[in-house]
């Protein structure tokens, strides 16, 4: 360790495996991802006030650890005669997404250990709630939304589209006219420490987006009389208001002689502070009216933002410089307006909780009950009974109210997987135009080249291939690969026939071996001489 901080935090010494697993555990609420389920917790944690975050008892055993004294009264280790082909720390959406991926390839009946030092799950991700007047009132415990789609890989954008997240439907269900049709502008407050007098004024129109606004503007923005009316009337100095009006309305190349790209790499080494003080000349008394806009996005004041990305969110000062729109190097990616076609911004009433509350409900279903991302936001986790359950030999769980069709195919359901599960793969292999499904050695190959399947893909294929000639319905193949519980959820058998073409067809686009037949279900072409 190089760090003097470092050294004195103890991060120079080795942590042995004993201190790991004890270190964690005594602090942990676990959450075992098989048949044998979820947080045992005699209380609802969303519904617990004061302050939620490293709660107490979530941190004296790190405490302890990092004091040398834990294991004066930690006890010694015992063997629980547990076993687990996966241990995760941290139940974040991180940690359950690695779980999530892990089963997708392990199979279902792998056993998936995921431990956390907090008493509920979601790690940054958590959520509030509050009953008042016999209403439940939710707010997001942590992390307020998902952030820019345009930088997401491949596989972050798949696994939100699985969970059956539309990114795209914030605008249908958010008003963004709620409160101008109520009268109601964006404001500023000017507090007495910095500027001299508490003064609470509405902020005239921007052309650029902020803090929670839509980066389209609805509306003209201000013109130079209304800006010189507000900046008369707000308490700053007459250098303050000259010169904020001026980068607002003057047109100015501040480096002339650069090209576009070359003044975005300048812009990229600067802070914004610098650029207004030093390249566009703006008095320091400036300063304190912009310091604290990028707070919320960035944590930080505009000392520490750069300059390129003040520019790529509208702040004053550019207009003049004939920059050309599109991101740059150097630019951070919440800057960045341009990069992808897809919303910019999204979130649920509780924050991301509701990735995460989708995430655990992927992992086992029984613990939150529905099936679509709109359900989930309102239904109570409430594992105890399911816990008592399962952990009594139960198979399955079923939330109330119910119907007896429901219970019947539960049953059945139940039935077909033990029967799968003691019959030997004794089938003959599915063969058709280059295309092979091996059920005893659960493997597919196309043209005699092996091809990568996760459990669920291998689940989905097979029974494609076992019923090939017949067209399957969307809850038939939900009901058979994923469960009962799954069932109206066509968007997850879509999401997974197209994996599979991917991986299958020469053309996924024009299937040969999984045609889609229009508004009924989906068919598999037949085994040749079938």
Same mark, same amino acid.
Do not use: C
């Given at each position: 360790?190089?760090d003097r901080r470092d050294r004195e935090l103890g991060l120079d010494r080795p942590i042995t495996r004993r201190d790991f697993l004890n270190g ?5 609420? $676990? ?30 055993? /790190? ?26 720390? $941290? ?39 509050? &009953? ?50 109520? $009268? ?39 013109? /130079? &009389? ?77 000392? /520490? ?69 709109? !359900? ?22 079923? &939330? ?12 059945r359901s139940a039935l077909r997987r033990a029967t799968h599960s003691e019959r030997p793969g004794t089938m003959a292999p599915f063969e058709s ?13 196309v043209k005699g080249e092996p091809v990568k399947f996760t459990a669920t893909e291998y689940r989905l294929i097979r029974y494609l291939s076992q ?7 969307? !809850? ?55």
């Amino acid at each position: 360790m190089s760090d003097r901080r470092d050294r004195e935090l103890g991060l120079d010494r080795p942590i042995t495996r004993r201190d790991f697993l004890n270190g964690v555990a005594l602090g942990s609420a $676990g959450v075992l991802l098989t048949p044998r389920v979820v947080l045992a917790l005699d209380r609802y944690p969303p519904a617990l006030t004061g302050l939620r975050g490293s709660h107490d008892g979530s941190f004296e055993a /790190a405490h302890a650890l990092k004091d040398g004294v834990f294991w004066d009264s930690a006890g010694s280790p015992r063997d629980t005669g547990e076993v687990y082909d996966l241990v995760v720390v $941290g139940a974040g959406i991180s940690g359950l997404a690695a779980a999530h991926f892990f089963r997708e390839a392990a199979g279902p009946r792998s056993r998936v250990l995921i431990l956390d030092n907090h008493d509920d799950f979601g790690g940054h991700a958590r959520r509030n709630e509050f &009953t008042l007047d016999g209403r439940v009132l939710i707010g997001y415990g942590g992390t307020f939304a998902i952030d820019s789609a345009g930088p997401w890989s491949a596989v972050a954008k798949a696994l939100v589209r699985d969970l059956g997240v539309d990114v795209g439907r914030l605008r249908a269900v958010v008003d963004e006219a709620l409160y101008p049709s109520l $009268g109601m502008t964006r404001g500023i407050f000017f507090d007495r420490e910095t500027f001299g007098a508490d003064r609470l004024m509405s902020e005239p129109r921007l052309a650029w987006f902020g803090e929670n606004e839509p980066r389209e503007a609805t509306a003209p923005p201000a013109s /130079a &009389t209304e800006w010189t009316a507000f900046l008369a009337r707000a308490p700053l100095s007459e250098a303050a208001r000259r010169d904020l009006l001026r980068l607002r309305q003057e047109t100015v190349d501040y480096l002339p002689g650069l090209t576009s790209e070359e003044k975005k790499a300048r812009l990229a080494r600067m802070s914004y502070a610098d650029f207004v003080t030093k390249i566009a000349g703006g008095h320091p008394d400036v300063l304190p009216f912009f310091q604290a806009r990028p707070h919320s996005l960035y944590g930080v004041g505009i000392d /520490a933002v750069p300059a390129q990305d003040a520019w790529a969110m509208g702040y004053p000062g550019f207009q003049g410089m004939g920059l050309e729109k599109g991101p740059a190097p150097g630019m951070n990616l919440d800057a960045i307006p341009w990069a992808d076609p897809e919303p910019y911004f999204f979130h649920f009433p509780d924050g991301n909780a509701t990735l995460a509350r989708l995430l655990v409900r992927r992992l086992i279903p029984a613990a939150i009950p529905g099936r679509t991302a709109d !359900d989930i936001v309102t239904a109570r986790a409430d594992e105890s009974d399911i816990v008592n359950g399962l952990e009594s030999g139960a198979d399955d769980y079923l &939330t109330k109210p119910f119907g007896i069709p429901e219970l019947v195919a539960r049953i059945r359901s139940a039935l077909r997987r033990a029967t799968h599960s003691e019959r030997p793969g004794t089938m003959a292999p599915f063969e058709s135009d280059g295309l092979k499904v091996d059920y005893g050695a659960a493997e597919v190959s196309v043209k005699g080249e092996p091809v990568k399947f996760t459990a669920t893909e291998y689940r989905l294929i097979r029974y494609l291939s076992q019923n090939a000639g017949r067209v399957l319905l969307p !809850d038939q193949i939900l009901e058979e690969v994923w469960g009962p519980e799954y069932v109206g959820d066509e968007h997850l058998v879509r999401v997974y026939i197209s994996r599979i073409r991917k991986k299958i067809e020469d053309d996924p686009r024009n299937p040969k071996f999984i045609i889609t037949r229009s508004g009924v279900g989906y068919l598999m072409k037949k085994a040749e001489g079938a």
